[in-house]
């Protein structure tokens, strides 16, 4: 087996394994997890963004130059993104909640993993977040496999990068399900299911990538979009509904943190 693929493929059966990160959460006191979550969020979006602007948009110039080509991949990034949220949206229009549960079922606000479901019906909402969060796990997937056939220190790069955004996400689907009727073994057994249609995305890169000539350096720069996109609308949003000036500062640390984290590993290049 070819040694790029063989990490890739730990690394991402690795990252699909923090779906299961909803379990320890119910031991957790709710009022701590969610003061803990906002710094991991920040050091996400910092990694998020020095892994697009460190890693892969100068390994993409590198290979590709830094035409209107390039920028198109990455616009490409960002609209795939913002239709994956659009589908994840969807279920808004099928199950009405009050406002309260609305803000508590948003996939990105990091619902509370305690919150219980008051029927044993599942509701639509909770089977479309199911495939909106397949959908995301499979681009991931694609994300982390384009990285590594570039080389193995930028995937090891983006697959953190990766890992750190999943925390915050698995959690809020982890609640999400939960509140939609799916018992704690269904909720954890159906995570996980979709966590690892990433794999799929990382096979599917090796495979096209050596039918294709060049097919996987293109993804690059869209995995760049990716991550800004999700970086900049979904994390930093959340990091503004703290502004107590203690936790701000905490919150730059931890952003500045992971974009350390990603200068760091540029040494293993």
């Known amino acids: 087996m070819d040694v790029n693929l063989m990490y890739a493929l730990l690394s991402v059966i690795g990252a699909s ?22 710094y991991v969020v920040a050091f996400a979006a910092g990694a998020l963004f020095g892994d697009a602007l460190i890693h892969l948009l100068p390994e993409a110039v590198e290979e ?23 589908i994840i949206h969807w279920r808004h229009c099928h199950y009405t909640e009050t406002e309260e549960d609305e ?11 305690h919150a ?3 029927a044993h019906h599942k509701h639509s909402f909770a089977w479309v977040n199911l495939v909106g969060d397949a959908v995301h796990n499979f681009i991931d997937g694609i994300v982390i496999g384009a990285a590594y056939v570039i080389s193995i220190p930028t995937g090891i790069a983006t697959t953190l990068a990766v890992i750190f955004h ?5 959690i809020g689907d982890f609640g999400v399900l939960l509140h939609g009727g799916f018992s704690t073994r269904e909720a954890l057994t159906l995570n996980l299911v979709t966590a690892l249609t990433a794999v799929l995305g990382t096979v599917l890169v090796f495979a096209l990538g050596e039918m294709i000539t060049g097919f996987s350096v293109w993804l690059v720069p869209f995995a760049a979009g990716s991550f800004l996109y999700i970086a900049g609308s979904d994390l930093i949003p959340e990091l503004h509904k703290k ?21 760091a590993l540029l040494g293993l290049e």
């Open 243 to 263: 502004v107590a000036w203690k936790k701000s500062a905490g919150q730059l640390l931890a952003f500045g943190l992971g974009i350390l984290v990603m200068m």
């Open 166 to 170: 999943e925390i915050p996400q698995e």
């Open 17 to 38: 394994l923090i779906s299961l990160i909803g379990l320890v959460t119910l031991s957790l006191n709710q009022k701590r997890l969610k003061s803990f979550l906002v």
């Open 64 to 86: 590709l130059g830094f035409g209107v080509d390039v920028s198109l991949a990455v616009l490409a990034g960002i609209i795939v993104m913002f239709l994956v949220e659009k």
């Open 103 to 113: 803000e508590e079922l948003h996939l990105h606000h990091h619902a509370s993993p």
């Open 116 to 118: 219980h479901a008051h």
